[in-house]
């Protein structure tokens, strides 16, 4: 890998980052989170095929938007890896992609008449009717669900549109930020968001956030990620060192 202490630094953000999500339990032995290279823009840092609460510094590989590995190219890479590269291309502001498969985002993308909406102030980014993926309009009605192409990932980087959060049918999500903290913090929110609407529901009628609202909240947490993400870290570390035996 190319040394330098942009890219150490955003390596070493990286690994916190897959840490934080598993103990946050927004991905488990699946789903995965990238950074845009700090100084290719055309490159992207993703662990090599690992579950994320165990990546260290090490798995991390530098990734060209073609999903292949710039170095050490016969490491094995997630199916799912054309996701990243192609959001990346397709996105040119977006710095860091999250792919979670979080449990309470799943009824979202399979009932098509209630579509996920910002419910509360901490998930301002949400956009009123979240787009849903749908693989078969790609892949045909006997895929695996898998963003495992070039062309699928093209195809899922076009319905995120302008939206922080694209759900993916009968499979989860894929979140995106403007940092790589950002697309962290969003999907944590996302899940949120997820289970109280969910809660709402079953009340009865729920109100949503309007558009302006929406931004507003934006805007203000925005400018709060870093205090949420040093707790998280910490918290993260603490978790998972006993499981890399550190
Ligand atoms: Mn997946």
């Not at 927004?26 to 994320?52: C, K, M, Q, T, Y």
């Not at 399979?110 to 790609?138: N, Q, W, Y």
């Not at 969003?186 to 009340?203: D, G, P």
Request: with cysteine; net charge negative; charged share 20%.
């Amino acid at each position: 890998m190319e040394d330098s202490n942009t890219l150490r630094a955003a390596v070493e953000e990286l690994v916190v980052a897959n840490h934080i999500l598993f103990d946050r339990g927004i991905v488990d032995g699946f789903g995965h989170v990238s950074v845009r290279h700090p100084d290719r823009p055309d490159r992207f840092l993703l662990s090599r095929n690992r579950a994320p609460g165990l990546v260290s510094a090490q798995d991390i590989l530098v990734y060209g938007l073609d999903a292949e590995p710039v170095d050490r190219k016969d490491e094995p890479g997630y199916l799912e890896r054309f996701i990243h590269s192609e959001i990346y291309r397709a996105h040119p502001e977006v710095m860091g992609v999250v792919h979670s498969h979080a449990v309470s985002m799943l009824p979202f993308t399979v009932v098509a008449g209630a579509p996920l909406c910002p419910i509360c102030h901490m998930s301002g980014f949400l956009k009123r009717g979240t787009p849903i993926f749908e693989i078969r309009d790609h892949a045909g009605d006997a895929s695996d669900l898998l963003i495992r192409s070039a062309a699928l990932g093209c195809q899922l980087a076009a319905a995120l549109e302008d939206h922080a959060v694209v759900l993916m049918r009968g499979h989860g999500m894929t979140v995106v930020g403007r940092t790589l903290r950002q697309s962290v913090f969003r999907s944590i929110y996302a899940e949120v968001n997820a289970r109280i609407q969910a809660t709402a529901a079953s009340l009865g009628t729920a109100t949503f956030l309007t558009e302006g609202e929406a931004a507003q909240a934006d805007a203000t947490n925005t400018g709060a990620i870093n205090r949420a993400w040093d707790l998280w870290a910490l918290a993260a570390e603490q978790n998972t060192a006993r499981l890399r035996g550190a």
